[in-house]
């Protein structure tokens, strides 16, 4: 059928996507169904091409201006401009979206990637945004601190044992080198809670669509980092021992949709590990697989730092990779239904 693209609710105000305020629930719902009965929105459970969004760290922390950890791209504005398009294309395919899985990256202050969990000889900890490296490590100039053993449950020796095998790793594993990040999307924090925004609109569309969100927690492992809403970056400790495990009930999900639409924050890191771990497991089972992959690329940017770091580069390579392997690159602004492979 040819599908048209819905008006945006009257509620959506672009002007708010960068900022800080509650969510009406109850009136939000109310006006959801009679939207839904306005324009002919039928019940998710009814769609024969069933596609999901997955909305990666779309998380205060991240998206708006003045937290931890804004993601500005090289505009400066990067992560707000992102969720006002996304949450249009929300609203404007509102009636083809079967489910939004938004992705909540989930962390505590004693993690591997935060500060506290290093110290050099003078027991100091490592300023946010150090990269350490496997050398660093080797050489001494950082250290797992002991102090945390007891709090993590491991031993002294066990956690110098592990920074070294970790660094090793990601090395082995060609993965970006350990980063010291700010403290951030701590749990329980409101900088870990999801962009009002968005929010807002992936509620509309659950009433709008009796659709249940299919909330993806990450992160919260203290011995790995965890970009990828799929699996961890280190999946075994020294020993060979098991300390973290793919998301395989996640992945199994959306590989078994018609279509899966990735937008989110970061482009380098969350989102481009999420893909890449998403695109191993279809070359797993079947590389045609990676055609029913869509990248919103205007709803994503890459980790910018001033003078400190610019990942630009590493995220338009690597979703030209994805784009080499059969996934597509679109944007929130084209009708879907003119995406290759889409059967509304």
């Known amino acids: 059928m040819a599908h048209r693209k819905l008006p945006i609710p009257p509620h959506f ?58 993601v500005s791209g090289r505009s400066g504005t990067g992560a707000v401009d992102d969720n006002r398009r996304l949450c249009e294309f929300i609203y404007r395919n509102l009636d083809v979206i079967t489910q939004i899985a938004p992705t909540m990256d989930t962390h505590q202050a004693m993690q591997i990637f935060h500060s506290a969990f290093w110290v050099n000889d003078e ?138 639409i990735i937008a989110g924050q970061a482009k380098s890191h969350c989102v481009a590990w999420t893909i890449d771990d998403l695109l191993q497991d279809i070359y797993l089972r079947d590389e045609k697989l990676a055609q029913k992959v869509y990248l919103l690329e205007d709803c994503t940017s890459p980790v910018v730092v001033p003078g400190v770091m610019d990942y630009t580069g590493e995220a338009n390579a690597a979703f030209q990779r994805f784009a080499d392997a059969g996934m597509h690159i679109v944007r929130s602004t084209d009708l879907i239904e003119s995406w290759p492979g889409i059967r509304l």
């Not at 459970?45 to 922390?61: M, T």
Request: proline share 7%; glycine share 8%; charged share 25%.
């Open 123 to 260: 027991g100091e900890h490592p300023e946010p945004y150090t990269l350490i490296t496997m050398e660093d490590v080797e050489e001494g100039h950082w250290k797992f601190n002991s102090v945390l053993s007891r709090s993590l449950g491991i031993d002294d020796e066990y956690g110098q044992q592990h920074v070294e095998h970790y660094t090793k790793a990601l090395r082995e594993g060609s993965k970006y080198d350990l980063t010291i990040w700010p403290y951030h999307v701590m749990l329980g924090s409101i900088g870990h809670a999801l962009v009002p925004a968005v929010e807002e609109a992936i509620f509309f569309h659950s009433i709008a669509r009796y659709s249940q969100p299919s909330f993806q927690v990450k992160g919260d492992n203290p011995l790995t980092e965890h970009y990828s809403v799929l699996g961890p970056e280190v999946l075994e400790g020294p020993d060979g021992e098991p300390i973290a495990q793919k998301n395989v009930q996640f992945i199994e999900r959306l590989l078994q949709l018609d279509a899966v």
């Open 13 to 70: 105000d672009p002007g708010k996507v960068g900022e800080v305020w509650r969510v009406p629930y109850q009136e939000r719902a109310e006006e959801a169904e009679k939207w839904a009965k306005q324009h002919n929105i039928q019940p998710a459970a009814n769609d024969r091409f069933k596609i999901c969004l997955v909305a990666v760290d779309v998380q205060k922390a991240f998206c708006i201006p003045g937290f931890e950890l804004f």
